[in-house]
Nanobody
Framework: QVQLVESGGGSVQPGESLRLSCAASRTIFNIGAMGWYRQAPGKQRELVAFITDSGRTNYVESVKDRFTISGDGVQNTVYLQMNSLRPEDTAVYYC?????????WGQGTQVTVSS
């Protein structure tokens, strides 16, 4: 199993940016996929973005052109750069990793977008 530690959440105003980090306990090169889910109060958990070990990325429609996911193999960290944040992006963001069919989760980090 992979241990994941998230950081970078916080409170911002609409239009501002945040970068979330997810540090893995092992090299990310042999992790099949890593990404981010989010869960807003009263809503189901939603897949936001993921990146595969081949570098392929995918995003939920609502964050395309605003969010960018990337990986750093030296730091064993995956990042989610979030620009032009909106109030509807407010949620707890969870990092996940899939390796050999096993799913691991981070502890979650709160993102609040409010004026």
């Amino acid at each position: 199993q992979v241990q994941l530690v998230e950081s970078g959440g916080g409170s911002v105003q609409p239009g501002e940016s945040l970068r979330l980090s997810c540090a893995a306990s092992r090299t990310i090169f042999n992790i099949g996929a890593m990404g981010w889910y989010r869960q807003a109060p009263g809503k189901q958990r939603e897949l936001v973005a993921f990146i595969t070990d081949s570098g392929r990325t995918n995003y939920v429609e609502s964050v395309k052109d605003r969010f960018t996911i990337s990986g750093d193999g030296v730091q064993n960290t995956v990042y989610l750069q979030m620009n032009s944040l909106r109030p509807e992006d407010t949620a707890v963001y969870y990092c996940y990793a899939v390796r050999n069919g096993l799913l691991s989760w981070g502890q979650g980090t709160q993102v609040t977008v409010s004026s």
